[in-house]
């Protein structure tokens, strides 16, 4: 990511042994220009005074990195997103998971209680009540067991998903090497 900052500031690429500096709006001015020739050159991609090719291979040079940076960009958001999700997916489990023994030790009451009803009638209630809360709780259990499945799911993607954010890193060291051994050539 250190890559990234440095795209906001100057950098040097060459071409045919000349050495050129540019900046994030990608505008290269040969170096050691006069202030006019610089401003001339600044409103073009190069040195006007450089070959076509050294011109494309500056701009090809700019393009790949802008692909490369948005990629990685778009890619970062991918992870974020599915990195959230998964939070989200645990955070629930947890509280479902937490409120197990209260559910367990509320149905042991309502048994209990029914079986101590005075009358039939509240007896009925009270076993209508336990029907209720039992499929509440087949319901929770379920919706748990969902939650479990989605959590591997995320858990699968997530990997997949931060493995190719590793190789797109990779690959914008890799242009920054090529970039680098560029400037290098012409020291």
């Given at each position: 990511m250190d890559f990234l900052k440095s795209l906001f500031t100057p950098s040097i690429i060459t071409c045919n042994?000349?050495?050129?500096?540019?900046s994030n709006n990608h505008r290269m001015s040969r170096s050691g220009a006069s202030g006019r020739e610089a401003s001339a050159s600044n409103n073009s991609y190069g040195d006007p005074t450089a070959s076509p090719g050294c011109r494309r291979e500056v701009q090809a040079n700019t393009s790949r990195l802008q692909i490369?940076?948005?990629?990685?960009?778009?890619?970062?958001?991918q992870v974020d997103r599915?990195?959230?999700?998964?939070?989200?997916?645990?955070?629930e489990t947890q509280m479902l998971k937490s409120s197990q023994p209260q559910m367990e030790?509320?149905?042991k009451q309502?048994?209990?209680?029914?079986?101590?009803?005075?009358?039939?009638?509240?007896?009925?209630?009270?076993?209508a009540?336990?029907?209720?809360?039992?499929?509440?709780?087949?319901?929770?259990v379920q919706r748990e067991t969902q939650?479990?499945?989605?959590?591997?799911?995320?858990?699968?993607?997530?990997?997949?998903?931060?493995?190719?954010?590793?190789?797109?890193n990779n690959q914008l060291d890799s242009l920054q090497r090529e970039m680098e051994s560029q400037q290098l050539a012409v020291n």
């Open positions: 042994n000349q050495l050129y500096v540019g490369a940076i948005e990629r990685l960009r778009r890619q970062q958001e599915l990195a959230a999700q998964l939070q989200q997916t645990q955070n030790e509320q149905t309502m048994e209990n209680q029914i079986g101590q009803a005075q009358t039939e009638e509240h007896r009925s209630m009270m076993q009540q336990f029907k209720e809360f039992k499929n509440n709780l087949a319901q929770q939650l479990e499945d989605l959590q591997t799911k995320l858990m699968a993607q997530l990997q997949a998903e931060r493995s190719k954010l590793v190789e797109l």
